[in-house]
Antibody, heavy 118, light 107 residues
């Protein structure tokens, strides 16, 4: 079964750090681009970051550039989002999602909640 | 960057109604447009990709159309389980990949 499972969320103070993980199973991990998408409480979806299968292409939304780092460990079927200098506006549920055929985000995890508050 | 304008932001409908949601892109995105359904507390679920192709497992009452800048999601004969929030999403070119603001379909 194809599955993405996020972990690592929690409560952190402004300026703090968190590392999110996305564990993948059920498909050939190396060949797919993976993404982080977030959703602030009561708000819509926001694409955050993408990483290609071979780590060649990495992109970020402007609001996290210089603070967040996406990475992946292909042998372990894991993707990460290192989040530093966290702000209250980073509070959200963070989803990992696969870019499938035709560039659609076809498989999503259940999300992990990040709360930035003093 | 491409901006996506989705309308309406919410709508009221009844079981059996036909519902139409539109999304307009700020530039030509060809058919790199997906539609998602999201229910409270759940992850988004892909319904339509490449503007008009029904994702495997999605009910056939959902359909999409459009290309370039103007796109439509239609739900024929709305069912109780269709009350949810719907998002369009563009994946043209390189990121950022923008979502529409969402449309909440309510009774």
């Amino acid at each position: 079964e194809v599955e993405l499972v996020e972990s690592g969320g929690g409560l952190v103070k402004p300026g703090g750090s968190l590392r999110l993980s996305c564990e993948v199973s059920g498909f050939n991990f190396n060949t797919y681009t993976l993404n982080w998408v977030r959703q602030a409480p009561g708000k819509g979806l926001e694409w955050v970051s993408s990483i290609s299968g071979g780590n060649t292409y990495i992109y970020y939304v402007d609001s996290v550039k210089g603070r967040f780092t996406i990475s992946r460990d292909n042998p372990k079927n894991l993707m990460f989002l290192q989040m530093n200098s966290l702000r209250s506006e980073d509070t959200a549920i963070y989803y990992c999602a696969r870019t499938g055929g035709f560039r659609a985000f076809d498989i999503w995890g259940q999300g992990t909640k990040v709360t930035v508050s003093s | 960057d491409t901006q996506m304008t989705q309308s309406p932001s919410s709508l009221s409908a009844s079981v059996g109604d036909r519902v139409t949601i539109t999304c307009r892109a700020s530039q030509n995105i060809r058919t790199y447009l997906s539609w998602f359904q999201q229910k409270p507390g759940k992850a988004p679920k892909l319904l339509i990709h490449t503007a008009s192709t029904l994702q495997k497992g999605a009910p056939s009452r959902f359909s999409g159309s459009g290309s370039g800048t103007d796109f439509t999601l239609t739900i024929n004969s709305l069912q109780p389980e269709d009350f949810a929030t719907y998002y369009c999403h563009e994946t043209h070119g390189t990121p950022p990949y923008t979502f529409g603001q969402g449309t909440k379909v309510e009774i």
